[in-house]
């Protein structure tokens, strides 16, 4: 695997047009890249590169959604937990967020935690002290490094704006002397026009894509510039 993580979050704009391109136009993809496509296309992906999911659930019969225990079965490892759109619009509190955490690594999945401090926080100065909640009740009674910090400012998330580099540096150092030893990815934003400097902060161990990731130019900069 690369040195650095690429997390190619789709989202649920692509149609089937879409998704036919892709997988046309990039018939393969570094052993470092993780691709997380809409649950209905997960069937299109699972032969031809390493996928993720969006989100999971748990064991047992619940309309709608995934049940954790048939995901090994179809050779997804990798699942998004956490994401702050789902916090937002689905009101997951860290506790359910907790819960799903522990069901994932029961059932040997990797989990990818997304945590992320609002435009409040952030001109309030409570970025450190959100942060460390967030990861203090969704980690609770966990103990694995089969755990991926996905640090996403909300108010970055497809708008177009990022922190400047020095502010997620520290960021990223902070999260690390919190959660030693596990690996911190980076998302809001990232774009191959910014992908470059990104790639550049120090203790970055990769990123989380959110549009780019469903547009093929731009997903082919971003491999190309942080691989290399």
Request: with cysteine; net charge neutral.
């Amino acid at each position: 695997m690369g040195n650095k993580l690429l997390i190619f979050n789709m989202k649920t704009t692509m149609n089937i047009n879409d998704v036919d391109k892709f997988l046309r136009e990039i018939p393969s993809l570094p052993s470092n890249a993780i691709v997380c496509p809409e649950m209905v296309y997960v069937p299109y992906f699972i032969n031809k590169y390493t996928v993720g999911l969006q989100n999971v659930y748990f064991n047992g019969s619940y309309t709608g959604e995934v049940n954790v225990s048939h995901i090994k079965n179809m050779g997804i490892n990798y699942v998004i937990i956490g994401h702050s759109e789902r916090r937002r619009y689905l009101n997951e509190s860290n506790e359910l967020i907790n819960q799903k955490v522990k069901v994932c690594l029961e059932n040997n999945l990797k989990v990818i935690l997304c945590i992320g401090e609002t435009l409040d926080d952030k001109e309030n100065g409570k970025t450190n002290e959100v942060l460390k909640c967030q990861l203090d009740e969704c980690l609770k009674g966990v103990d694995s490094s089969n755990i991926i910090i996905g640090y996403e400012p909300v108010w970055a998330i497809g708008t177009g704006k990022t922190p400047s580099l020095e502010e997620i540096e520290k960021t990223i150092d902070y999260i690390k002397k919190i959660c030693h030893n596990l690996r911190v990815v980076y998302g809001g934003s990232v774009k191959p026009n910014n992908i470059s400097s990104l790639n550049n902060i120090s203790g970055v161990d990769g990123f989380l894509i959110g549009k780019s990731s469903t547009i093929v130019d731009e997903v082919r900069k971003i491999i190309e510039v942080v691989n290399g």
